[in-house]
């Protein structure tokens, strides 16, 4: 048989089963209704169109739906390729009660600025919550646990800052006014330290101590990525002490995101191929249009032959690539060569130049990269002090940041159970440090030398809770470092066309979906930005009419912008 024969039998087969499993008669009729709408939309083909996605995250699955909801496409012709051996890319969260749990990291989400994401989870069934969607789920979960920190900014003395003031001057205040006015095609390649190097006073500011770690940027971030932040999160500028606009899922991301996701694509027959390395693709030389996919799966190389119609859509680069953990006995290994994504995007570039350039994003480790720990323990021992400290409960907090920390440390709360295998008896919280080269203020090493056990004892002595030490580290389970070379790659100053577009001018059948892809308006560093990409690639390549939620415009609102300048006054 040959492959177009191959996929019939297949789809008939399908068809069949569900049949015989009393469950099939709506799924056929839906079914047979995207295919009638395929042939729709790919008029003459003979065979059923392909769809290769390379890169399991939160863009490729969200592309996939696309492709399904409004593209046409049946499932078993949407190809899924993964190159680690679990999906999800930087939304995850693993573990157990004996081992410990871990999350690389926590996204944050806002319920007025994550446009399509809201409009994409509104179509995915809750696996916790029959008949309501995931984007109920969470909101519902989230209205019921509102955020109100009350404890943002600690000193070296374990006192709670005041940080209702931003503490500007006069000279802070007209340079940010200065930046917001200042068209983006000038801010090439600048730093945010560059903007600021006559106006030192402006980086002891309660603003940025909060600002910064609370989206996790340096001083030498680029320009152009705080200027979209301060403008698309302008909302939270005025609210930056509470962070009460952050919007949190019942359990970790990768439970409460990916698995939704997953399970939707699965119901429609998505081919999913995990530990599958993508190498190298191949273009016609007048065009960008792709040829040929490498790929390495289980030792053995594999080619995929696009045909006419057929769609490559590629993550161009990964924020989490090389991400290593640790445990309470060792430090996580440093490794910078090779990020998985990065290597292959700079082979399609140094093909196709208008697909962009990896390399002020992935050549300097140094500058991008920082470290979270997950703390898993028996009882509540610690969360409960941390609530004493604090004045929030578990899920009513956010960041904590120790200001005078050498390595800068945060850490947050979330609600428990924050994963779906703890029990009553275990309790976990997360935290991080930007400045991983630096020795400890009371563990004298770097950061990125400690173990598990270091990082919770430097903890333990910001919080001030050395004399309850012994008996906590007694409910210690496992305290779990991860150490991301790249995490804040996409911060990284560069110059405008160091992005590609989602769609590259002349492309025919290949788009690029990740933080590193430019999407006018829109901040990297956030699931809508990926969303975003994700449905720009799959309505442009299709030539959907459809309309995608545009950046809200907070920015221009007459209310919020007479709350920001009050907040920049106090």
Excluded at 112 to 127: G, H, K, R, V
Excluded at 340 to 354: C, E, G, H, I
Aim: net charge negative.
């Amino acid at each position: 048989m040959n492959k177009n024969q191959l996929h019939k039998l297949a789809a008939l087969g399908g068809v069949i089963i569900g049949a015989a499993a009393g469950a099939g008669v709506a799924r056929h009729l839906h079914r047979r209704k995207i295919e009638q709408e395929a042939s729709r939309i790919h008029p003459g083909r003979k065979g059923e169109p392909q769809a290769y996605l390379i890169g399991g995250g939160i863009g490729a699955l969200s592309a996939a739906v696309y492709l399904i909801q409004d593209g046409g496409f049946l499932g078993e012709n949407i190809h899924i390729i993964e190159g680690l051996d679990v999906l999800g890319g930087s939304n995850d969260g693993a573990g157990n009660v004996t081992q410990g749990f871990v999350c690389r990291g926590g996204r944050m989400l806002n319920e007025e600025t994550y446009e399509n994401f809201w409009e994409l989870f509104d179509s995915i069934p809750s696996l916790d919550w029959p008949g309501k969607s995931v984007t109920e789920e969470i909101l519902n979960f989230d209205h019921l646990h509102p955020t109100h920190a009350q404890a943002r900014l600690i000193d070296k003395h374990g006192n709670i800052l005041d940080v209702h003031s931003m503490q500007f001057d006069n000279k802070d205040r007209f340079l940010l006014t200065k930046l917001l006015a200042t068209p983006e095609e000038k801010l090439d390649n600048l730093t945010i330290e560059d903007w600021f190097k006559d106006d030192p006073h402006f980086f002891t500011t309660n603003f940025w101590y909060m600002w910064q770690t609370t989206f996790a940027f340096q001083k030498w971030s680029s320009l152009f990525e705080f200027r979209r932040y301060m403008n698309r999160m302008m909302l939270e500028f005025s609210r930056i002490e509470t962070l009460e606009g952050v919007t949190r899922t019942p359990y970790n991301q990768y439970e409460s995101l990916i698995l939704p996701l997953k399970s939707y694509l699965e119901g429609y027959g998505v081919d999913f191929s995990i530990k599958a390395v993508v190498e190298d693709i191949d273009f016609e030389e007048e065009s960008i249009t792709a040829t040929d996919i490498y790929v390495k799966e289980n030792g053995h190389e594999r080619v995929l032959h696009l045909e006419e119609g057929d769609l490559c859509i590629m993550c161009n680069g990964c924020m989490s690539d090389n991400a290593t953990l640790g445990d309470y006995r060792h430090a996580p290994d440093y490794r910078v060569d090779h990020p998985m994504s990065a290597t292959l995007w700079k082979k399609v570039a140094d093909k196709k130049p208008s697909l962009g350039n990896p390399a002020p994003f992935f050549t300097k480790p140094e500058e991008t990269n920082w470290e979270s720990f997950t703390v898993t323990c028996r009882g509540n021992r610690l969360l409960k002090m941390i609530e004493q400290f604090s004045g929030n409960i578990p899920g009513s907090g956010a960041l904590m940041t120790f200001k005078d920390s050498n390595w800068l440390m945060s850490i947050v709360v979330a609600a428990q159970p924050h994963f779906k295998a703890q029990d009553q008896n275990t309790t976990i919280f997360w935290g991080y440090g930007l400045y991983t080269d630096q020795e400890g203020n009371y563990v004298k090493k770097k950061m990125w030398d400690c173990t598990g056990e270091e990082i919770l004892l430097e903890l333990l002595g910001h919080l001030h809770f050395e004399e309850h030490t012994k008996d906590i580290l007694e409910d210690v389970v496992n305290v779990i470092p991860c150490m991301m070379p790249y995490i804040d790659a996409q911060f990284q100053p560069r110059a405008m066309s160091d992005r590609p577009h989602v769609v590259p001018s002349g492309s025919t059948n290949f788009a690029m979906i990740s933080q590193f892809v430019e999407i006018p308006e829109d901040m990297v560093f956030t699931e809508e930005y990926s969303v975003r990409a994700a449905r720009i690639a799959v309505y442009t390549l299709l030539h959907i009419d459809k309309k995608i939620c545009p950046v809200t415009p907070h920015h221009k609102n007459p209310k919020v912008l007479a709350k920001a300048a009050k907040t920049m006054l106090r």
